[in-house]
């Protein structure tokens, strides 16, 4: 019934106005623009695409590192990898929470730097109860990695003019998610040249470089809260 009735309803659009429309690249330059003079989007998106590169060239040896050099069998090595992803789980289900708790600007600024740190002690794993080291690290790791995300999400929303989300969305993404085709490269390229233990060091200094440019930001009082945390963007 609801149906028919939106069916009968008129609507009158007025079609947009010719001179509010712009080309394509004007519009890229816009979000991107927007991005880099934003005090609080700037370091997110450095340290985003850093900590992209980084974590993907990681990912790209750490079979090798676990399977190869430790010998684990395969349920072991399925295993860290689940203590890793649940840690990216409880981050997740905790975020709300942290965020509601602290100001999503608090939390970008301080959460990566309290926890990719911990990726150090990973490369230290044998055989034995070092082993414990890895998911130990994976865990931190991705705990800090799903609370951050999702409150630089938040941020975007806070900072962002209804008008320039999309493009602004779309330049976060496109840095970030582009370091990663990079990563895989380096993340071979590492293990090549330096032996896999040491690339994985290489890789957990980098992404904890990354949280460098964070503890950079600089917000007032007022901005440390902001609406409830959000997953949209």
Do not use: K
């Not at 989007?41 to 850093?50: H, K, Q, T």
């Not at 957990?204 to 470089?209: D, I, N, P, R």
Request: proline share 7%.
């Amino acid at each position: 019934m609801r149906e028919v009735f939106l069916h009968g309803a008129r609507v009158r659009e007025s079609p947009p106005s010719p001179a509010g429309r712009r080309g394509l690249w004007p519009e890229i330059w816009a979000g991107v623009a927007f991005v880099i003079r934003q005090p609080l989007l700037r370091p997110v998106m450095i340290a985003g695409s850093m900590l992209m590169l980084f974590e993907t060239a990681w990912t790209s040896i750490q079979a090798v590192f676990l399977v190869r050099d430790l010998r684990l069998p395969a349920a072991t090595y399925g295993l860290l990898l689940a203590v890793g992803a649940a840690g990216g789980l409880a981050g997740a289900l905790c975020a709300s929470r942290v965020i509601g708790r602290f100001g999503a600007p608090r939390v970008v600024r301080l959460m990566l730097a309290m926890t990719t740190p911990v990726m150090l002690v990973m490369p230290l794993s044998q055989a034995g109860w070092r082993l414990a080291l890895y998911p130990a690290g994976a865990f931190v790791s991705w705990f800090g990695s799903a609370v951050f995300n999702v409150a630089q999400l938040t941020l975007r929303q806070q900072v962002c003019p209804e008008q320039m989300r999309g493009r602004v969305n779309a330049t976060m993404r496109f840095v970030m998610w582009g370091s990663m085709p990079l990563g895989g490269f380096v993340g071979g390229g590492l293990g090549q040249l330096l032996g896999v233990r040491p690339a994985l060091w290489f890789c957990a200094l980098g992404s904890t470089a990354a949280t460098v440019p964070l503890l950079t930001m600089r917000f007032r009082g007022s901005e440390a809260r902001g609406p409830a945390p959000t997953m949209a963007g």
